[in-house]
């Protein structure tokens, strides 16, 4: 039973490009949370999914960022017109349920902007 | 707003000592407290607390939860330079992890 895998793992984008963060979570998990962490900073929680539904995105700022869990295929995060804020380590997780379980970290995706 | 506060930000000890590292929170719907090890990598899973009073305990490494203080602490014993690391306190509130900013533990031979 594989982790949370999280691809890439390093991604540099010039400023104004897009970024595209997949999460595939643990077998019979489908609980996604996305996390981002600053240099030294605590993670930062950005939105909670289940398959086909966003049920939190109290953390994702409200413009170029949005998330998706689809019915197949890994959860993506998506940030259009990258700017050099956004550089940052992006944790996923999942849980198989919705709450009272550990959530699993994946690797991070560290996103550069140059 | 929900927040989750750790204390000290950084700590730096020797080789065998013990330390505490603190964790105090405010979250509406508490469901539990999770603490978590960070090498350079993924947080890795510690323990998770929901009842107040009693201790986790894993190793050298045991943990304890106050509900009516709304706090928890994380106890290292006979530390390792292997226990440098930042320790992450989160707190599981309205279906979502809320994390502190982390404890910057740094064990010197």
């Known amino acids: 039973n594989a982790g949370v895998m999280q691809n890439p793992r390093h991604l540099v984008r010039r400023r104004g490009q897009e970024a595209r963060l997949r999460c595939s979570p643990m077998?019979?998990?489908?609980?996604v949370y996305w996390y981002r962490q600053l240099p030294e900073e605590g993670l930062k929680f950005m939105v909670y999914?289940?398959?086909?539904?966003?049920?939190?995105e109290s953390g994702m700022p409200k413009e170029r960022f949005s998330a998706e869990f689809p019915k197949e295929g890994p959860s993506i995060l998506r940030i259009q017109q990258v700017v050099r804020g956004d550089s940052a380590a992006y944790f996923c997780?999942?849980?198989?349920?919705?709450?009272?379980?550990?959530?699993?970290f994946g690797q991070g995706t560290r996103l550069t902007v140059v | 707003e929900d927040k989750v506060v750790q204390s000290p930000l950084s700590l730096v000890v020797h080789e065998g000592d013990t330390v505490t590292l603190n964790c105090s929170y405010e979250?509406?719907?508490?469901?539990?407290l999770l603490w978590y090890k960070q090498e350079k990598k993924a947080p890795t899973f510690l323990f998770m607390l929901?009842?107040?009073?009693i201790e986790k305990k894993s190793g050298r490494l045991s943990s304890i939860l106050d509900k009516k203080e709304l706090f928890s602490i994380l106890n290292i014993t006979a530390t390792q330079t292997g226990d440098s690391a930042i320790y992450l306190c989160?707190?599981?509130?309205?279906?979502?992890?809320?994390f502190g900013q982390g404890t910057r533990l740094t064990i010197n031979p």
């Open positions: 077998k019979g998990h489908s609980h």
């Open positions: 989160a707190v599981e509130g309205a279906q979502k992890l809320v």
């Open positions: 929901t009842s107040s009073g």
């Open positions: 979250v509406t719907n508490f469901r539990s």
């Open positions: 997780a999942s849980s198989p349920l919705a709450s009272g379980t550990e959530a699993f």
């Open positions: 999914l289940q398959k086909e539904n966003i049920i939190d």
